[in-house]
């Protein structure tokens, strides 16, 4: 059922708020490393959306950053060797991504649960080791360098945009981010109901004609479509590539995005966004305590996983209910009750 | 004599070489079967643990000149620990659901590494070995201490190999893993099942990182390496099977071995993983899995 | 054979092999249209086997299955759904989260009349007014069921039977010319399972929905089935009507022979 005009409106009004100060960062934010930070935080945030996507069929795909990886390493590559402009290789990248997950996708979706997970651990693992095997393709163990960024933008022969300086390159990352959540917002409006089904019982779905697969294909090769188009937006602000087990295509990462959509909260849209944004931003907070940092964060990740099990975005319901225990003066208990999936 | 224009000689000892270190990824993979049987988790620390019982040999012997014979005791006993805790305060709580256990795992897997960079750095340590000779056999050298390694772990698997199929709790263990339903049906305490379960796989995942630790260069990421190979070696033998993960260990052990003389470092790496995916694919419990 | 000609499903030559073990044998069915049609047999006769064979979850070794003239043998299960076929699992199968008129929303899938593109690029408008039209049929099918007043808890909060009549209207919701009901009344009172049965009958005579039932309770069967199939160790072994196979002298060495609780 629609919920009142008012609120619609005042819903849009803040998000409209929001998006002009996102925008407003790069003026304010004259420290070139937290532009730098921000800038990741761009890109965790579709990374987790992407993953959030596949998930809402109910399969964790813990190889977003295999198809990270094939959308980055073929937008820089066509841009590098054949000069084709980066506009159009990194959606290059993202179809290459949304093909390969599309080829793959009849037997990888043959398997469900914990299986799937694993499955698409390893043929992440697979991406990285087959392109540091292939070192005329990515640049051997120094990796490909010298990635340019996109090409400038002439305006009217009033004023050039160009995108070597992290502040036009944030607007850039603003744009297309924004322009893709806003796709997938659109395609969960369509399919989500669906996929709800699908997520509960896959069973019973397809005994009242649901094509569980088709939709499951539907929602893997989107996912995957735009974890490429991160993968190129990555590539072309990074302008270096490496595919080191420790680096940013290893396993670690994908557990990264993983933890940025379940610690946000997975069953708001708006989830993995605060998820990735926090958990981009919080690390480089503590970054001054060194090596403890790492432990910040997977403490931080414990916490949320005992105390808060919807996500960060569910902060005021927390809030509300510890407020709410405290004054009743009940002690606190580990685990907490909530939507299990 | 040739094979595949590599002399014999050194395509057995390459396959010798890559069983001994089968045998210790054996062990890491027996602890992960146990624990994902009975519990139906993924324990995605299960590498940690393995490195920190590496970690906690290289403290009792080179920070504090304890001989072996004390040492490893002491390092099972860090595993023992180390897993009751896991089970106790992160697991249990948690009761099985899928995504929050993955998560706490991998919390806890990243705040581990991050104690063992902090207390011990870096770089990689290395730990005097016990038995710096090798033995020679028909041509073919073995170092002794990966045959002690290999020793300890037949050992170590043929005793829990007894203690399941002879103990009353070891029984338990594997109706518990084998049809979770009925076991609870016959009133076998499942809480009790994932101590157990939790116990013996850490215990051995300590001791394999003890061994390995004495025979390799230890690092605080030498987890995520171990975790792989235990993954690898399950699903190729059957989730929950334990013989599966023998046979598993072994082909894992022959790959990793023969490959790299034979093909190279890249089929090396990625046949293993290659390999699983088709049978993840194809038939998900394993060679001998049964679900 | 009652209602009609041409009979609603047909198997041919049915067999299923799940590696040495031989689950269904050469099984041949016939189904008339607006029929109820019971498949009974002792626990292990293969019966869910066969049920899974119609509805595609399975496929067979050989055979055919045909469903209203048409070789569906080959189809995925969702398509057996879209053409018409229907299923109650024997568990209690819902949708757990959502509430007892979500669960049969999802039912009206197929028959929602928002295609795919639509769902893209149709106006707001149109949509809201198909959902307001499944809102209504949704209600209807509660009513039918008797499951109204109920409609906006949450699934898993219903009691065992309840729920297996939220399951039924689930299957009704994808307006199916036949239901396959896998052990429909199993754990209900006896009061429940008569209210079940006046609404399988119900869905026959007011609705021409027949069904495939398979069951346990054999007064339930005795009652309700227009004509019976016994299967035991996946073989046809007597067909007919209620009176005819509770005589028949293989069916009865059957049930003894398995020391089956026949009631």
């Given at each position: 059922?629609?919920?009142g005009?008012?609120?619609a409106?005042?819903?849009?009004?803040?998000?409209?708020?929001?998006i002009?100060?996102?925008?407003?960062?790069?003026?304010?934010?004259r420290?070139?490393?937290?532009?730098?930070?921000?800038?990741?935080?761009?890109?965790?945030?579709?990374?987790a959306?992407?993953?959030?996507?596949?998930?809402?069929?109910?399969?964790?795909?813990?190889?977003?950053?295999g198809?990270?990886?094939?959308?980055?390493?073929?937008?820089a590559?066509l841009?590098?060797?054949?000069?084709?402009?980066?506009?159009?290789t990194m959606?290059?990248?993202g179809?290459?991504?949304?093909?390969?997950?599309?080829?793959?996708s009849?037997?990888?979706?043959?398997?469900?649960?914990v299986y799937?997970s694993?499955?698409?651990f390893?043929v992440?693992?697979?991406?990285r080791?087959?392109?540091?095997?292939?070192?005329?393709l990515?640049?051997?163990?120094?990796?490909?360098?010298?990635?340019?960024p996109?090409?400038?933008?002439?305006?009217?022969g009033?004023?050039?945009?160009?995108?070597?300086?992290k502040?036009?390159?944030?607007?850039?990352l603003?744009?297309?981010?924004?322009?893709?959540?806003?796709a997938?917002?659109?395609v969960?409006?369509?399919l989500?109901f669906t996929?709800?089904?699908?997520?509960?019982?896959?069973?019973?779905?397809?005994?009242?004609?649901?094509?569980?697969?088709?939709?499951?294909?539907?929602?893997?090769?989107?996912?995957?479509?735009?974890?490429?188009?991160?993968?190129?937006?990555f590539?072309h602000?990074?302008?270096?590539?490496?595919?080191?087990v420790?680096?940013?295509?290893?396993?670690?990462?994908?557990?990264?995005?993983?933890?940025?959509m379940?610690?946000?909260?997975?069953?708001?849209?708006a989830?993995?966004?605060?998820?990735?944004?926090?958990?981009?931003?919080?690390?480089?907070?503590?970054?001054?305590l060194?090596?403890?940092?790492?432990?910040?964060f997977?403490a931080?990740?414990?916490?949320?996983?005992?105390?808060?099990?919807?996500g960060?975005?569910?902060?005021?319901?927390?809030?509300?209910?510890?407020?709410?225990?405290?004054?009743?003066g009940q002690?606190?208990?580990?685990?907490?009750?909530?939507t299990?999936? | 004599?040739e094979?595949?224009g590599?002399?014999?000689?050194?395509?057995?000892q390459?396959?010798?070489?890559?069983?001994?270190?089968?045998w210790?990824?054996?062990?890491?993979?027996?602890?992960?079967?146990l624990?994902?049987?009975?519990?139906r988790?993924?324990?995605?620390?299960?590498?940690e643990?393995?490195m920190?019982?590496?970690?906690?040999?290289y403290?009792f012997?080179?920070?504090?000149?304890?001989?072996?014979?004390?040492?490893?005791p002491?390092?099972?006993?860090?595993?023992l620990?180390l897993?009751?805790?896991?089970?106790?305060f992160?697991?249990?709580?948690l009761?099985?659901?899928?995504?929050?256990?993955?998560?706490?795992?991998?919390g806890?897997?990243?705040?581990?590494q991050?104690?063992v960079?902090?207390?011990?750095?870096?770089?990689?340590?290395?730990?005097p070995?016990?038995?710096?000779?090798?033995?020679?056999?028909?041509?073919?050298?073995?170092?002794?201490?990966?045959?002690?390694?290999?020793?300890?772990?037949i050992?170590?698997i043929?005793?829990l190999?007894?203690?399941?199929?002879?103990t009353?709790l070891?029984?338990?263990?594997t109706?518990?893993a084998?049809?979770?339903?009925?076991s609870?049906l016959?009133?076998?305490n499942?809480?009790?099942?994932?101590?157990?379960?939790?116990?013996i796989?850490?215990?051995?995942?300590?001791?394999?990182?003890?061994?390995?630790?004495?025979i390799?260069?230890?690092?605080p990421?030498?987890?995520?390496?171990?975790?792989?190979?235990?993954?690898i070696?399950?699903i190729?033998?059957?989730?929950?099977?334990?013989?599966?993960?023998?046979?598993?260990?072994?082909i894992?052990?022959?790959?990793?071995?023969?490959a790299?003389?034979?093909?190279?470092?890249?089929?090396?790496?990625?046949?293993?993983?290659f390999?699983?995916?088709?049978?993840?694919?194809?038939r998900?419990?394993?060679?001998?899995g049964?679900? | 054979?009652?209602?009609?000609?041409?009979?609603?499903?047909?198997?041919?030559?049915?067999?299923?092999?799940?590696?040495?073990l031989?689950?269904?044998?050469?099984?041949?069915?016939s189904?008339?249209?607006?029929?109820?049609?019971?498949?009974?047999?002792?626990?292990?006769?293969?019966k869910?086997?066969?049920?899974?064979?119609?509805?595609?979850?399975?496929?067979?070794?050989?055979g055919?299955v045909?469903?209203?003239?048409?070789?569906?043998?080959?189809?995925?299960?969702?398509?057996?759904?879209?053409?018409?076929?229907?299923?109650?699992?024997?568990?209690?199968?819902?949708?757990?989260?959502v509430?007892?008129?979500?669960n049969?929303?999802?039912?009206f899938?197929?028959?929602s009349?928002?295609?795919?593109?639509e769902?893209?690029?149709?106006?707001?408008?149109?949509?809201?007014?198909?959902?307001?039209?499944?809102?209504?049929?949704?209600?209807?099918?509660l009513r039918?069921?008797?499951?109204?007043e109920e409609?906006?808890?949450?699934a898993?909060?219903l009691p065992h039977?309840?729920?297996?009549?939220?399951?039924l209207?689930i299957?009704?919701?994808?307006?199916?010319?036949?239901?396959?009901?896998?052990?429909?009344?199993?754990?209900?009172?006896?009061?429940e399972?008569?209210?079940?049965?006046?609404?399988?009958?119900a869905?026959?005579?007011?609705?021409?929905?027949?069904?495939?039932?398979?069951?346990?309770?054999?007064?339930?069967?005795?009652?309700?089935?227009?004509?019976?199939?016994?299967?035991?160790y996946?073989?046809?072994i007597?067909?007919?009507?209620a009176?005819?196979?509770?005589?028949?002298p293989?069916?009865?060495?059957?049930?003894?022979?398995?020391?089956?609780?026949?009631?």
């Amino acid at each position: 059922m629609s919920r009142g005009r008012p609120v619609a409106w005042a819903k849009r009004f803040a998000l409209a708020i929001l998006i002009i100060i996102l925008f407003c960062v790069p003026v304010f934010l004259r420290n070139d490393y937290w532009l730098f930070v921000f800038c990741l935080a761009w890109i965790n945030v579709l990374l987790a959306s992407s993953l959030r996507t596949i998930y809402r069929t109910g399969e964790l795909s813990l190889g977003q950053v295999g198809f990270m990886l094939l959308g980055a390493y073929s937008s820089a590559l066509l841009s590098m060797r054949l000069g084709i402009p980066v506009w159009l290789t990194m959606l290059i990248g993202g179809l290459f991504a949304a093909g390969v997950a599309l080829l793959l996708s009849y037997p990888m979706l043959r398997t469900k649960g914990v299986y799937f997970s694993v499955l698409t651990f390893l043929v992440a693992e697979i991406f990285r080791l087959a392109m540091w095997y292939m070192p005329s393709l990515s640049g051997g163990p120094a990796g490909l360098s010298k990635i340019p960024p996109p090409g400038t933008i002439n305006l009217f022969g009033i004023t050039s945009i160009t995108f070597a300086t992290k502040s036009n390159y944030y607007y850039l990352l603003a744009v297309v981010v924004l322009l893709s959540l806003l796709a997938l917002f659109r395609v969960e409006r369509s399919l989500g109901f669906t996929w709800m089904a699908i997520r509960q019982n896959d069973d019973l779905a397809e005994s009242v004609g649901i094509n569980v697969k088709g939709y499951k294909l539907v929602a893997f090769v989107v996912g995957c479509f735009f974890a490429g188009i991160a993968g190129g937006l990555f590539a072309h602000f990074m302008h270096l590539l490496t595919t080191d087990v420790t680096a940013m295509f290893g396993m670690l990462t994908s557990i990264y995005v993983a933890i940025y959509m379940v610690a946000g909260g997975e069953a708001r849209v708006a989830g993995p966004i605060v998820g990735a944004v926090v958990l981009t931003l919080a690390p480089e907070v503590a970054r001054p305590l060194k090596e403890y940092q790492p432990i910040v964060f997977g403490a931080l990740v414990i916490f949320i996983m005992f105390f808060m099990r919807q996500g960060i975005i569910a902060l005021p319901y927390y809030l509300r209910l510890w407020w709410g225990r405290a004054v009743a003066g009940q002690g606190r208990r580990l685990g907490e009750g909530g939507t299990t999936r | 004599m040739e094979i595949f224009g590599i002399p014999a000689a050194s395509l057995v000892q390459s396959f010798i070489n890559g069983l001994a270190l089968g045998w210790i990824y054996i062990l890491i993979a027996m602890g992960l079967s146990l624990v994902f049987g009975t519990m139906r988790i993924l324990q995605f620390a299960h590498g940690e643990v393995y490195m920190l019982g590496a970690y906690a040999v290289y403290d009792f012997v080179v920070l504090h000149g304890l001989p072996f014979l004390v040492a490893m005791p002491l390092c099972m006993a860090t595993g023992l620990i180390l897993g009751l805790i896991l089970e106790r305060f992160f697991f249990r709580p948690l009761g099985g659901e899928f995504l929050p256990t993955i998560m706490i795992a991998l919390g806890v897997m990243i705040v581990l590494q991050a104690m063992v960079t902090v207390g011990f750095g870096v770089t990689p340590k290395s730990i005097p070995s016990f038995a710096p000779h090798a033995v020679e056999v028909l041509g073919i050298r073995l170092g002794s201490d990966r045959l002690i390694a290999v020793t300890v772990s037949i050992a170590l698997i043929l005793l829990l190999y007894l203690f399941l199929k002879r103990t009353k709790l070891g029984l338990a263990l594997t109706a518990a893993a084998q049809h979770r339903e009925a076991s609870l049906l016959m009133g076998i305490n499942p809480t009790h099942m994932s101590v157990a379960a939790m116990a013996i796989g850490s215990v051995m995942a300590s001791v394999a990182g003890g061994l390995m630790g004495s025979i390799f260069p230890i690092n605080p990421v030498m987890g995520g390496t171990a975790l792989i190979k235990g993954l690898i070696i399950i699903i190729l033998g059957g989730m929950g099977s334990l013989p599966g993960v023998v046979v598993g260990g072994l082909i894992l052990g022959f790959i990793d071995g023969v490959a790299p003389v034979v093909s190279g470092a890249a089929t090396a790496a990625i046949a293993p993983l290659f390999i699983v995916t088709i049978i993840l694919v194809l038939r998900p419990q394993g060679l001998f899995g049964h679900e | 054979m009652i209602g009609g000609d041409l009979p609603i499903l047909e198997t041919v030559g049915l067999t299923k092999h799940f590696g040495g073990l031989v689950a269904v044998v050469d099984l041949c069915l016939s189904v008339g249209r607006k029929e109820i049609f019971g498949l009974i047999g002792p626990n292990g006769a293969g019966k869910s086997t066969i049920l899974n064979l119609i509805a595609g979850s399975l496929r067979p070794k050989s055979g055919r299955v045909v469903f209203n003239g048409e070789d569906v043998t080959d189809f995925a299960a969702h398509s057996r759904a879209g053409r018409g076929i229907a299923r109650v699992f024997q568990a209690n199968t819902v949708f757990p989260d959502v509430s007892v008129a979500t669960n049969v929303r999802v039912g009206f899938h197929l028959h929602s009349g928002i295609g795919f593109w639509e769902t893209f690029f149709g106006r707001k408008s149109a949509t809201e007014g198909r959902e307001k039209l499944l809102y209504e049929k949704t209600m209807e099918i509660l009513r039918l069921v008797g499951l109204y007043e109920e409609r906006d808890l949450a699934a898993t909060s219903l009691p065992h039977a309840s729920q297996r009549r939220l399951c039924l209207a689930i299957a009704l919701a994808a307006e199916p010319s036949l239901l396959l009901l896998d052990e429909p009344v199993t754990g209900m009172t006896a009061e429940e399972v008569t209210t079940m049965l006046s609404v399988i009958r119900a869905l026959r005579d007011e609705k021409g929905i027949g069904c495939v039932l398979v069951e346990h309770n054999m007064r339930a069967v005795m009652n309700v089935c227009d004509r019976i199939a016994v299967v035991n160790y996946g073989e046809k072994i007597a067909e007919g009507s209620a009176a005819e196979i509770s005589e028949d002298p293989a069916v009865i060495e059957a049930y003894l022979g398995a020391e089956e609780d026949a009631v």
